[in-house]
């Protein structure tokens, strides 16, 4: 009760769960429990199941993909205040890229099935929970696209004034 | 605050704006594979004293005349540094220049980050590729005037660990203890360990407060929109978010009307410009 206690305090701290309301952090508190990676070691890896995700409370993580003939590939890195993982959100609950410590990390650690139950049973909650995730993805998507269109490496049309 | 801090263009107290001037190349630095930085010294003149974002026209002999911002210190008016990518026949020319070779150079042009407006208030300098060229002027004054400003963030995107500039001072600034630093890359391999995404994402982790917050925004057009939008989101009024605009200079002076931009032109009321006064210029394409 002592430890689910505190679990609540960092969930409301967070400006992930900011504004949710108390007896839903202690319900999420509930899914909830500390963990920590060494530097190195893998939080999940692609392929296998979803089945959490994590607040970075400290330390860098590295989400990376392994490509033929090019290696490892760092596609983002998140830190302190972070939400790591949504694969368990969407089926089929697979995550899609590994995710590996840079340095020691602390998280809180969510169980994806505990939280997908609990927003099954009170939608509302279901709605905070979603629409919080929403905001993430759509994030990391524009931030991917940006990305994509390596606006730093394309060719200027004309000579630039910056260059 | 509402009304713009910009610093009016000096265009008009350069002197024979279309005459170059001959300057020595003293040293050739290559600061990446494309990128490489000049530093020059008078032939015909004392120097040259400009402002923090302002650019010269660099004029290869026999080659042709391209604008690039000044990237050097401004309190060394002896000392002309140009930082240039290779990205076209006067620029690679530029690139080649060695100790000793001769150059012309018409300048300074145009308007300047507002770095003596600024004072008292927290700075944000947001930079994404080159564009940490025409802001390392401002970084150098700030830092030599740390006690006039409030909280000071840099925050440097490029798009992969060898296209970092200025690697050294990027290591020298983050070490002192009054400046907060961050880098990011587009992409990178296992061996990086610094932070990997676009340079917007940086800024939840920078220490500012945005009601009393100046940036300084230089990269790609794109980026620039991207900072611009994101400072705002986190507060930062958009008559206090600068920007340095490109485009295709000739004249230098406002007579060709190549550089135009609306009703204004880059090189004349520009190259720096509040984001409030060309926030709707940048959606307009035809521009």
Same mark, same amino acid.
């Not at chain 1, 989400?63 to 590939?73: K, M, N, Y």
């Not at chain 2, 610094?194 to 939840?204: A, R, S």
């Not at chain 2, 002076?253 to 720096?272: R, S, Y």
């Given at each position: ?39 190195? /070691? ?88 979603? /629409? ?32 | 605050? $509402? ?13 024979? =704006?279309?005459?170059? $001037? ?66 076209? =026949? ?198």
């Amino acid at each position: 009760m002592t430890a689910q206690r505190s679990l609540k305090d960092l969930l409301a701290e967070h400006p992930f769960f900011q504004g949710l309301e108390e007896p839903y952090l202690e319900l999420i508190a509930g899914c909830a429990r500390n963990v920590r990676f060494n530097a190195g /070691s893998y939080i999940f890896r692609e392929g296998e199941p979803a089945t959490e995700f994590f607040l970075i409370r400290y330390g860098r993580v590295s989400i990376e993909v392994h490509l033929p003939e090019r290696g490892t590939v760092t596609i983002q890195t998140l830190g302190e205040g972070d939400v790591l993982g949504w694969s368990w959100l969407v089926p089929p609950y697979r995550n899609q890229f590994d995710a590996r410590a840079l340095t020691l990390v602390r998280a809180l650690a969510f169980d994806g099935a505990c939280i997908r139950n609990k927003c099954a049973e009170d939608p509302r909650l279901g709605y905070e929970i979603f /629409s919080r995730f929403a905001r993430i993805i759509a994030e990391r998507l524009q931030a991917t696209r940006l990305q994509l269109l390596d606006m730093y490496g394309a060719a200027p049309r004309r000579q630039p004034l910056h260059a | 605050m $509402t009304e713009t801090l910009l610093v009016r263009p000096e265009t008009a107290r350069t002197p024979a =704006p279309m005459a170059p $001037t001959r300057w020595r190349v003293l040293r050739r630095r290559r600061e990446t594979h494309d990128t490489c930085t000049l530093e020059l010294e008078p032939l015909d003149t004392d120097g040259m004293a400009f402002r923090p974002g302002q650019f010269n026209m660099l004029y290869v002999f026999g080659i042709g005349e391209v604008p690039i911002s000044i990237s050097g210190d401004p309190a060394q008016p002896d000392r002309l540094v140009h930082t240039i990518r290779a990205v076209g =026949p006067v620029s690679t020319a530029l690139c080649a220049r060695k100790a000793g070779d001769v150059i012309g150079v018409r300048g300074p042009f145009g308007s300047a980050w507002p770095v003596e407006a600024a004072e008292g208030y927290d700075v944000v300098v947001m930079a994404g590729g080159i564009g940490l060229a025409p802001l390392r002027p401002a970084i150098y004054h700030l830092l030599q005037h740390r006690g006039h400003y409030g909280n000071l963030v840099l925050l440097y995107g490029a798009r992969t660990p060898r296209d970092l500039l200025y690697v050294r001072e990027l290591e020298r600034w983050r070490g002192r203890f009054d400046v907060q630093v961050e880098v990011t890359v587009d992409h990178a391999g296992a061996g990086w360990f610094g932070h990997v995404g676009v340079v917007t994402t940086l800024l939840p982790r920078a220490h500012f407060d945005p009601e009393e917050t100046v940036a300084f925004v230089c990269g790609p057009e794109i980026m620039m929109r991207f900072a611009a939008k994101a400072l705002m989101e986190r507060g930062v009024a958009p008559e206090r978010i600068y920007l340095s605009m490109e485009r295709n200079m000739k004249c230098a002076i406002g007579l060709c009307g190549h550089c135009q931009f609306g009703p204004v032109f880059i090189c004349k009321d520009g190259p720096v410009f509040d984001f409030a006064r060309v926030a709707r210029l940048l959606t307009i394409r035809e521009l």
